[in-house]
């Protein structure tokens, strides 16, 4: 996201959006105008598109870009890999489960050195931290302290 954003915080837009395709009105229906009907405003949204699209395209590995290739626009390429590697909202509300009854349930194992366990730990809050979720610091520090020795 700040990759896209630093080029052009309009690009960012675009990818949301989904408003790279022209539309009219015709009664209660949006239909795409023809390509003699756009405006100005219309032709840089395109453009807009294309250069989104070719940044995306540019920046997958090959496996990736044929995921997507498909897509016709920036908002769609972005929706696919969204699914891909953030998982759908019922995925990412099991994995957050998941982590939750890890912390919930966190013991230091036996023969485990405090390191070791303190990045266990550390991999299971910025998970959550990840999705969204978090604890109060005063949490976090009485869970750590109340494990055994």
Known sequence: MLFIQVNDLVVWDIIIDDSSIPLKQKGELSI???KKEWNKEDRRSIQL????????????????????LS????NEI???L???HECTSQVKKSKVEILT???????MKPREDIKAMSNQFSIIINGLMSYGKTYPNEKVARNIQSLPR
Do not use: G, I
Not at 49 to 63: D, G, I, P, R, Y
Not at 71 to 74: D, G, P, T
Not at 102 to 107: D, G, H, M, R, S
């Open 32 to 34: 795409p105008k023809s």
């Open 49 to 68: 598109n294309a250069k989104v699209m070719h940044t995306l395209f540019c920046t997958l590995s090959q496996e990736e870009y044929n995921r997507v």
């Open 71 to 74: 897509c016709l626009n920036a």
């Open 78 to 80: 972005w929706d696919k």
């Open 82 to 84: 969204e699914v891909t």
């Open 101 to 107: 009854l890890n912390y919930e349930a966190f013991k």
